[in-house]
């Protein structure tokens, strides 16, 4: 294909319209990370075995390695570079750094995400709940007990809905 | 579209066909995506006058619908056990009863698949499970499509030609390449499931190594008919243990007219696990599988009974069942 074959794509990510130009077969992952610049995002497995290239379509987590940017117009598209507001980071975001939550970092973006669609669907979720939410990440450094509780600290500073 | 363009395929939740498509498991020319049609997730009616389930409604949404709380609960069990939570928010009902049936020889790299030889299924003319065999084995890993069989749900195709509306069973070919008998280009619009004048209650089992992630190495739905404490009719069919749902509704037969009990769940399920056939050809030992499938026949059979799924006899036969 050449440039001739790339279409253009309208997409809401981090509450900002864009339209970019790309290979209409280009996975969203690979839109964020190569057109878009949002590297925060990360390339795993690929095959939607990991979860480590999670984000947010409409508060609900996504596998973008492979979602289709055609298919999300008008979607509305959340990265961890989209979760701080301004200068100030997330309270997951406090939490997980004062606790440790994160040993090679390579899964805390989609751990940051996923936890922060089930805070806001459940804002004081049992330890199970969190498991559960969590399960299709997949932390190979196997640091989730740090997770959990960056979660549980996160959740008790009342860090839904921020 | 589809049928003016050889060679493509559809896509809803893609989180089945496009990991094929990126071990060159097969090759679309195109892919035509449902997703902007309006309307193709709606959950419509209830048990009493019968459910029409839109095939584009997400595995999440199931899993937490109102509408699956009661007589067909089991379909809301298998949704909610469907791979992970990111895949359930992809992923729609339409696409999961169509899982490409897997094979250990099949979902696999292109590298790894040309150093072992490939597999009749893709760029191979044997099937490396059963070597001698003149078709593939390939294992149907759909949690709701056993489910849908056992609840004797109705599925709605559209195609170019018309809308025709086939029993779920209908919907499988014992085939692991030829699985389905719907055209390439029709849609599963709908699924219905049936209304009933009795208490219906249902249940989904599903055996694998990990409790997110994985799909089926076995699945069981039942789904029963009650009259005043008495099971009128049963139905069930067994996931994962063949290249479509295996029925064993005619083993659930001694049910009939009968108060459930310990002593006859057991006995019932000891018998029903007879077309259970698994090959050496998923995660796990098919032994081991063959050995499981009357203890998860007795589970899904005490949990749509309203008895502790775990009490039974033939559980505590087994005792830990973790794979070893």
């Keep these: ?129 969190i498991k559960d939410a969590l399960s299709g990440v997949l932390c190979r450094c196997t640091g989730y007990v740090k997770i959990f509780e960056a979660v549980e600290l996160a959740a008790s500073r009342g860090a839904a809905g921020g | 579209m589809a049928a003016t363009n050889p060679g493509s395929a559809f896509i809803a939740g893609g989180t089945d066909l496009v990991p094929n498509l990126k071990r060159r498991q097969f090759d679309v020319s195109a892919l035509i995506s449902l997703n902007g049609l309006g309307d193709t997730a709606v959950v419509d009616g209830d ?21 699956l709380d009661g007589a067909f609960q089991a379909l809301a069990q298998a949704c909610d056990q469907v791979s992970t939570p990111q895949v359930r928010c992809m992923g729609t009902l339409g696409g999961n009863l169509l899982v490409d049936p897997r094979c250990n020889y099949y979902n696999q790299t ?34 709701s499509a056993p489910v849908t069989v056992a609840l004797d749900a109705r599925v709605t195709l559209q195609g170019v030609e018309g809308t025709r509306r086939i029993a779920a069973a209908e919907l499988y070919k014992d085939d692991g390449i030829d699985y389905t008998n719907k055209r390439r280009e029709e849609v599963i619009t709908s699924v219905q499931l049936p209304a009933s004048d009795l208490r219906v209650t249902s249940a989904y089992w599903k055996l694998r190594r990990r409790p997110s992630f994985d799909f089926p190495i076995l699945g069981v739905a039942i789904a029963l008919a009650w009259d005043n404490g008495r099971i009128r009719a049963a139905r069930g069919a067994l996931g ?85």
């Design chain 2, 110 to 143: 292109h590298a790894w698949r040309k150093a072992v030889g490939f597999c009749m299924k893709r760029d191979g003319d044997i099937c490396l499970v059963a070597r001698s065999s003149p078709r593939c084995w390939a294992v149907s890993s759909s949690d």
């Design chain 1, 1 to 129: 294909m050449s440039i001739a074959d790339k279409v253009a794509v309208r997409l809401r990510v981090n509450g900002e319209d864009m339209a970019v130009m790309v290979l209409p077969y280009k996975t969203l992952l690979e839109v964020l990370r190569e057109d878009l610049g949002l590297t925060g995002t990360k390339h795993g497995c690929e095959l939607g075995e990991c979860s480590t290239c999670g984000v947010l379509v409409d508060g609900k987590p996504y596998l973008s390695c492979l979602a289709m940017p055609l298919d999300l117009e008008g979607r509305d598209i959340v990265t961890v570079e989209g979760m701080a507001r301004g200068s100030d980071p997330h309270p997951l975001q406090v939490a997980f750094a004062e606790l440790g939550a994160a040993q090679c970092g390579y899964c805390t973006p989609a751990m940051l995400l996923t936890a922060m669609a089930l805070l806001d669907r459940n804002p004081n979720p049992s330890r199970q709940a």
């Design chain 2, 240 to 324: 994962a243990v063949g290249s479509r749902p295996v029925e064993i509704t005619s083993y659930l037969e001694p049910l009939r007219g009968q108060h459930p009990d310990d002593d006859l769940i057991a006995r019932v399920a000891d018998a029903a696990d007879k077309p259970s056939r698994p090959l050496d050809n998923t995660d796990l030992n098919h032994y081991w599988r063959k050995r499981m499938t009357r203890v998860y026949i007795e589970r899904a059979l005490r949990d749509a009974c309203g008895l502790e799924p775990l009490a039974g006899r033939l559980s505590a036969q087994v005792g830990n069942d973790r794979p070893r």
């Design chain 2, 47 to 67: 048990a009493d006058g019968g459910l029409t389930i839109g095939a584009g409604a997400t595995l999440d949404e199931l899993a937490r619908h109102p509408a």
